[in-house]
Structure formats: structure tokens, C-alpha cells
């Protein structure tokens, strides 16, 4: 007497494959005597880091990115206080690129002050989604709560240093102008295709710090990692958020609609660059020949 083989459903099937992709990633070790983590392990330690994030409440999620929308502002007062110092001593293009010396400042006191900046956790948070432990209707509604605490965070360092910036001789009004018109000084196709740039190398900002174990390498990175963005005028929604606000704020030549329009732009591009070229390059190219 024969029997039919039972057959598998697609449903199993793909619930196998998770199994199985589950295991490898737990069972990941560190194999390199240098030290530092392998592909598997800083995968794995990502998704443990994001799942913990997941399980906070959204008033620890808030009040963080909060913090982190504000100590991002001291990058800002940095750009500014440099630009007015150099204004008129140094070509304008040339202080521009000098910009990039301080800019890294505020990343620097965000990531290792460990408080949530969107475009740092954008990669991280796409991975429990990516590995089917969280939903995407979670993720994006994670994403809200950061985006508004970073941006209500920098509305208010803006509107700080707006005050303070000229009372302390620093930078002037006029400054804050010029930056602000250096940032939108492009076309929506650009700022999206240069926010998706930034995005991604935020994305891999958070990647590599995941494999050092040391503070003097992640602050090396971090500062690597920034100041390309800087010399290279990409577009950060976060602390292009303060540059922008700030120049709605003070300058008749920048609108409301100039500000919603770059800032949607900005946000868009870089989470696609996060969500796409790190989270799930990174995830596929681990998971791709498990169970082949």
C-alpha cells in the first residue's frame, strides 16, 4: 500500500525558513581574532538592540528622541559660530567645507549619550520587521514618535540659539540666513536623492559602530561618517530640520512652504536609504544561502 506524501503548505514552508534563519542568527559567533564581530553577530545584536527599543514605552521613546533633537542643535551652534568667525577672512564655499570640522559635534553627544536619533535608528528599527518579530504598522508608528521628538527638539535648541546666538556676539541673523539658504538651494529630485545618500550612510554609521567595542573607534567613525556628510552638503533631515527652521524663523526669503517641503523631502529619502540600502541589503545578504 502506498501513501502520498503529505505535502507542505507555502505558510510552512516560509515558517521553516524563518526557523531556520532564527537559528543561524542566534548561534552566530565571533570567529575573528582581531576581535571584532562578525556579519551574523552584529546582525543579531542589532535586532536584540531594536527589540528592546520596540519594548519601551512611547514616553521613554519620546522624551529620548526629544533629548536627541536638542543635543543635535550643539552642531548647529558650532556651524554657526565658525561660519561668522570665518565670514569675510575665508571664501564663502571654503568655510562651507570647513564646516565639516564641527559639524560632527552633536552626533558625537547623540549616539554615545545613547538617546534615539531617527536617522541612526532608522536601519535598526526596519531589522525586527525584516525578521518577522515586529509589524510594519509598529514600525512606522515607532518612526512617528522619534521624527516628532527629534523635530520638536530642534524647534526648540532653534528657537534657543535664534535668541542667544546674537546676544552673544557668535553669529548673527544673517548667518543663520545664508546656511539655511545653502540647504534648500536645490531642487526636490536632489534633496531626495541626497537625503537618501545621508540616509544610508547613517544607516551604515549605526552598522559599524555595532562592530567596535571601544569608545575611542566609534567616536573616530562617527566623526568620519558626519563630516562626509558635511563636505559633501548632504541633506540630514534632523539637523537640517534646526538649519531650515531656523531660517523660516528669521529670513523673508524662506517661507513655511520652503521648510515643509524640504523637510518632507528630507525625511523621505533618508529613510529610504536606511530601510533599503543597509537594513535590508545587510538582512539579505546574511540570510540569502541559509537552508540552500
Known amino acids: 500500500m502506498m501513501w502520498k506524501k503529505k505535502e507542505i503548505s507555502p505558510e510552512q514552508l516560509e515558517k521553516q525558513r524563518q526557523r531556520e534563519i532564527d537559528r543561524e542568527i542566534q548561534s552566530s559567533k565571533n570567529e575573528k581574532k582581531d576581535g571584532t564581530k562578525t556579519h551574523g553577530e552584529i546582525l543579531r545584536d542589532q535586532i536584540t538592540d531594536a527589540l528592546e527599543t520596540y519594548d519601551k514605552s512611547s514616553s521613554s521613546i519620546l522624551l529620548s528622541s526629544l533629548t536627541a533633537g536638542m543635543e543635535i542643535g550643539f552642531s548647529y551652534l558650532l556651524l554657526c559660530s565658525l561660519f561668522f568667525f570665518l565670514e569675510g577672512k575665508v571664501e564663502e564655499d571654503s568655510i562651507f567645507k570647513m564646516i565639516s570640522l564641527v559639524y560632527p559635534l552633536g552626533f558625537i553627544l547623540v549616539v554615545l549619550g545613547q538617546s534615539i536619533l531617527f536617522t541612526e535608528q532608522t536601519a535598526l528599527l526596519t531589522l525586527p520587521v525584516l525578521n518577522k518579530k515586529r509589524s510594519l504598522s509598529s514600525m512606522l508608528r515607532l518612526w512617528g514618535l522619534v521624527v516628532s521628538g527629534n523635530l520638536l527638539g530642534g524647534y526648540f535648541i532653534g528657537l534657543l540659539l535664534i535668541w542667544l546666538g546674537p546676544r552673544l556676539g557668535i553669529f548673527d541673523l544673517r548667518v543663520i540666513e545664508t546656511i539655511a539658504l545653502h540647504v ?46 558635511s563636505f559633501t552638503s548632504l541633506h540630514h533631515s534632523i539637523i537640517g530640520n534646526i538649519e531650515v527652521f531656523a531660517g523660516t524663523i528669521t529670513s523673508d526669503q524662506i517661507g513655511i512652504g520652503d521648510y515643509l517641503t524640504f523637510q518632507s523631502t528630507a525625511l523621505i529619502g533618508n529613510a529610504l536609504g ?11 545578504a546574511f540570510v540569502f544561502n541559509i537552508g540552500k
Open 274 to 284: 536606511g530601510a533599503i540600502f543597509v537594513a535590508l541589503l545587510k538582512y539579505r
Open 184 to 229: 534648500i538651494d536645490a531642487k526636490v529630485p536632489v534633496i531626495l536623492v541626497s537625503a537618501l545618500l545621508a540616509g544610508w550612510l547613517m544607516g551604515l554609521l549605526s552598522w559599524l559602530l555595532a562592530s567596535f567595542r571601544d569608545t575611542i573607534s566609534q567616536i573616530v567613525v562617527i566623526f568620519l561618517i558626519t563630516s562626509v556628510l
